[in-house]
């Protein structure tokens, strides 16, 4: 049973354009909701995380939208560069100390100049 | 302030032999975490330590184990490998965010 479910697998833009990539989650008790990005022969790092009580929150060109009664959230990316061009893992968790975050499959992104 | 080290960075090994991947982490944080990387399987949980002397089996633990050797070094263990563990291992640790380490590229012939 695959907890987290990302889509899509791939997905190609123009620079400049928004990418979205979006993640559904089934246990309810989930409550951190983070997206990481990766780099070829990098690990993951931490791109933006939000919790159920807000339904969006931005950092720079990266929002995170929240839908709490569909089970689903989503990354857009603004104004997309070359350099935004990654693998992107949505992720959730548990409220508690030592839960181990569940990854979705993962996006892998191509921005095109 | 190194963060998460892992090593080896790569390794082959020939089916049936052994092999411990290390990980150290030095922001004190009690959780640590490994994960294997496939293609178009994302990251998935192999085991994990909540706190010193605590392990967990995550969605693949099976042909590993692991041990807690203090509050900073978390291992893997495979005893004997096997061609479908061929993978990049990750090691991570938190406490809310987690911090991966660059990975173990691992090839099992």
């Known amino acids: 049973q695959q907890q987290v479910k990302q889509s899509p697998q791939s997905l190609i833009v123009q620079k400049g354009g928004i990418p979205i990539i979006n993640c559904a989650y089934e246990n309810t008790a989930f409550d951190y909701f983070p997206w990481y990005q990766q780099f070829p022969g990098k690990g993951p790092a931490l791109l933006i995380a939000?919790?159920?009580?807000?339904s969006e929150k931005k950092e720079g060109r990266f929002t995170i939208s929240f839908n709490k009664s569909a089970k689903q959230f989503s990354l857009h990316i603004m104004d997309s560069q070359p350099g935004d061009s990654a693998t992107y893992f949505c992720a959730a968790s548990h409220n508690q100390a030592g839960t181990a975050l569940i990854f979705g499959k993962g996006t892998t992104l191509s921005v095109s100049s | 302030n190194a963060g998460v080290t892992q090593t080896p960075k790569f390794q082959v090994l020939k089916t049936g032999q052994s092999m411990t991947l290390q990980c150290a982490q030095d922001m004190n944080h009690n959780s640590m975490y490994w994960y294997r990387q496939d293609p178009g399987m994302g990251l998935r949980l192999i085991y994990y330590s909540a706190s010193e002397g605590t392990t967990d089996k995550g969605e693949v633990p099976n042909g590993y184990n692991v041990s807690r050797l203090n509050k900073r070094e978390f291992s893997l263990r495979l005893e004997s490998a096997a061609p479908s563990q061929t993978s990049v291992y990750f090691c991570?640790?938190?406490?809310?965010?987690?911090?991966f380490g660059p990975g173990t590229r691992l090839t099992v012939t």
């Open positions: 939000i919790r159920p009580d807000v």
């Open positions: 991570a640790s938190s406490e809310r965010i987690a911090y």
